[in-house]
């Protein structure tokens, strides 16, 4: 039986190694996908354009080549914050979290596929890892208006948040995956990979087939813009920001089975109306890069691809970045002398 001076040392030993452990965690972390977004958007303060958005922003807005192509020069040029595997709520977390470091952009770009725009951002805890892992640790109780988990994943949420060994274990299970997965592949031919994982597995997320995808749309027809993502068009276009919204490339495949349809361009239809109110503009940019060979999987621009999006958009947006860029020198004080 453990006395009582055991017993204090069994749970000394204990709290030292959750407190190591949290620590060590944390120190891994400390460069992850969301952590280094949140440093760009400090070291972006004065970017003029701000492009938001998942994977297919990320990979798919080249600033160097909009920048070029829209007249834009440093320190005033755009910047890129797209963040891969995540959704809506975290995009309004970021533009929030630049915004109070101090980047005040005259143009928002958000690039969207599918029904991304309209879909309600729901969670179970287990989904809480990866880049979603900023939920816990980015406006934890703002970002809850904004998404829903169960009543006992809310708890647990509530609970365990403000530890690093929980909230940010993803860092340690991605390098086991990768581990995991470079073992499996050994005597295997190589896969195709990219920043964002293996080629293939970016088709599971296209829909099951055409008839669904009908479906989807048909559904989707009386639905608002989700929560987050109206919240995110009112602080930009409160704060005197210019919206455009973006429906980005996608390959001849997608483009025939699913957006080549009179549902889609229905859907499309209502989401042109459901932005109206913020005053914003859409882009249709779903066609803009044909060739498939510009694709690096079956969701994701190219190097290349990427660079032919962003000049046309740049060829597109940059007089109204200028026109925005002149009046806002002609109306507004220096930054540092605002209030």
């Known amino acids: 039986m453990l006395t009582k001076r055991q017993l204090a040392l069994t749970a000394a030993i204990l709290l030292v190694g959750v407190l190591a452990l949290n620590l060590t965690v944390a120190f891994l972390a400390r460069n992850s996908l969301p952590r280094r977004t949140m440093r760009h958007a400090r070291e972006s303060q004065s970017a003029s354009v701000l492009a938001l958005g998942n994977s297919l922003m990320a990979a798919g ?48 770009i958000n690039g969207f596929y599918d029904f991304q725009l309209t879909a309600a951002d729901r969670f179970a805890i287990g989904d809480l890892i990866g880049n979603h892992s900023m939920l816990y640790y980015l406006e934890p109780s703002y970002a809850r208006h904004f998404y829903s988990l169960s009543s006992h994943d809310s708890l647990e949420f509530g609970t365990l948040h403000s530890f690093p060994m929980f909230a940010e274990r993803g860092t340690i299970w991605a390098k086991v995956e990768i581990l995991r997965r470079s073992i499996a592949e050994q005597g295997m031919p190589a896969q195709r990979s990219n920043r964002f994982g ?41 704060a005197g920001i210019s919206i455009v919204v973006v429906e980005m490339p996608m390959r001849q495949a997608h483009r025939t089975l699913f957006y ?46 990427a ?31 605002r209030p």
């Open 260 to 305: 080549d349809t009179p549902s889609w361009n229905q859907y499309v239809a209502h989401i042109r109306n459901l932005l109206v109110s913020f005053g914003a503009t859409f882009v249709d940019a779903s066609r803009w890069v044909e060739n498939d060979s510009l694709f690096a999987d079956p969701l994701h621009l190219s190097d290349e691809g």
């Open 198 to 238: 293996r080629a293939s597995d970016f088709s599971l997320l296209e829909s099951d087939n055409a008839d669904a995808f009908r479906r989807q749309c048909e559904a989707s027809l009386e639905l608002p813009l989700s929560p987050p993502v109206q919240e995110l068009f009112r602080q930009a276009r409160d």
């Open 307 to 337: 660079a032919q999006f962003s000049h046309r958009l740049g060829n597109l947006l940059g007089p109204e970045v200028v026109r925005l860029s002149v009046n806002s020198a002609a109306s507004t004080p220096p930054r540092s002398a």
């Open 61 to 108: 807005f080249d600033s160097a080549a909009f920048d070029r192509s829209a007249g834009l020069s440093a320190p005033h040029n755009a910047v890129n914050l797209g963040l891969g595997s995540t959704f809506p709520v975290e995009h309004l977390l970021v533009f929030r979290y630049a915004f109070s470091h101090g980047m005040r952009p005259h143009l928002l």
